[in-house]
């Protein structure tokens, strides 16, 4: 079982759309969630982190977590073609050294 | 543009040659990383230097040689790599606490440097 796991779609939503990506992971114990973004070229982008259950918003983006059933979230509110890119959920396991695992991503495409 | 910059951004490299990729960072953070990303796979962490010491390697080839000066400054020397070598390298950094050797949490990326091995 991966540590992480997405989607790897694409995803395809219309412009203005909601866009909603999905996240599992298997250590139970893990306590911090990110989002990143990458274009394609690109290197990765902190665009969200959260921590407690529930949503945490940040403009267009909100970040929604649900430990008891391990997943954890990203909408995108009024989707834009510059949205498209590829997200990368990424938890921090914890034990050992805490390290930031990374999901393979799922990619977005938003059409106009 | 983030406060992480690497160079070489493009590497073409024969197997036989010899190479080091540099990242510094800007951020005053004292954890840095190497990442290895090939398509369809996630992100591989590579090296992790925390107060400048080597906390963790994932059983690297030895063909790949991290080395890291000061806090600032990453270094990952090549030596005979293979053509499977070929990826985007990518260098982060964090702040780490080392009291409660809590790091690697908000971690900055740099643009990457394209290898490509022939």
């Known amino acids: 079982q991966k540590e992480v796991e997405q989607n790897s779609g694409p995803l395809s939503v219309p412009e203005g759309a909601i866009a909603s990506l999905n996240c599992t992971y298997s250590?139970?114990?893990?306590?911090?969630f990110f989002w990143y973004r990458q274009y394609s070229g690109k290197s990765p982008e902190l665009i969200m982190f959260i921590y407690s259950n529930g949503d945490k918003e940040d403009g267009r983006f909100t970040a929604q977590l649900n430990k008891a059933s391990q997943y954890v979230s990203l909408l995108i509110r009024d989707s834009q073609p510059s949205d498209s890119a590829t997200y990368l959920c990424a938890v921090i396991r914890s034990w050992g050294f805490q390290k930031l695992v990374f999901g393979t991503g799922t990619r977005l495409l938003v059409s106009p | 543009e983030t406060g992480v910059t690497q160079t070489p951004r493009h590497l073409v490299m024969g197997m036989t040659n010899k190479k080091s990729l540099k990242c510094e960072q800007h951020l005053g953070h004292n954890a840095m990383y190497w990442y290895k990303q090939s398509a369809k796979k996630p992100l591989e962490l590579m090296f992790v230097?925390?107060?400048?010491?080597?906390?963790e390697n994932n059983s690297v080839p030895s063909r790949f040689s991290p080395e890291c000066p000061n806090s600032s400054h990453l270094f990952l020397h090549l030596h005979t790599l293979q053509p499977e070598d070929s990826a985007l390298y990518l260098c982060?950094?964090?702040?780490?606490?080392?009291?409660?050797?809590?790091?690697?949490?908000?971690?900055?990326f740099g643009p990457g440097t394209r290898l490509l091995v022939l």
């Open positions: 230097y925390n107060f400048k010491e080597q906390t």
């Open positions: 982060a950094s964090s702040q780490s606490d080392r009291a409660t050797n809590m790091g690697q949490e908000t971690q900055y």
């Open positions: 250590d139970r114990g893990s306590q911090s």
